[in-house]
């Protein structure tokens, strides 16, 4: 209920892991979009900051890593992992599909 204390924690708070090390700001952005729910709700009012955040580059990994990951896997994940593999499709995009949108002719 004290929205500059609240403010000044996340502004200050560690990672759980690594003690010494702070949160980085994508962590606290959404912690802050969060409690900014919290104060509209309770109609509080507040100076919101923000936080910058910077884009990070995807890790693609090696075609042998994949493999291993496939072979090392359920039959349910790697069924999964192969279809991501061969498609490019992201897990999200697989997620919404039926069975029916699959082209298993094409090759």
């Known amino acids: 209920m004290k929205p500059e204390e609240v403010k000044t924690h996340i502004s200050t708070m560690q990672?759980?892991?690594e003690p010494h090390r702070p949160l980085n700001n994508a962590?606290?952005?959404k912690?802050?979009?969060?409690?900014e729910y919290f104060v509209q709700t309770h109609g509080l009012t507040w100076k919101r900051p923000f936080y910058k955040t910077q884009e990070v580059i995807?890790?693609?990994h090696k075609t042998e890593s994949v493999t291993k990951i496939i072979s090392a896997a359920t039959e349910r994940n790697a069924t999964i992992f192969t279809i991501l593999a061969e498609t490019g499709l992201?897990?999200?995009?697989?997620?919404?599909?039926?069975?029916?949108?699959?082209?298993?002719e094409q090759e």
């Open 15 to 17: 990672t759980v892991k």
């Open 27 to 29: 962590t606290k952005q």
């Open 31 to 35: 912690l802050i979009n969060n409690y």
């Open 58 to 60: 995807p890790i693609i």
């Open 90 to 104: 992201e897990i999200t995009e697989l997620s919404s599909m039926i069975r029916s949108q699959i082209d298993t």
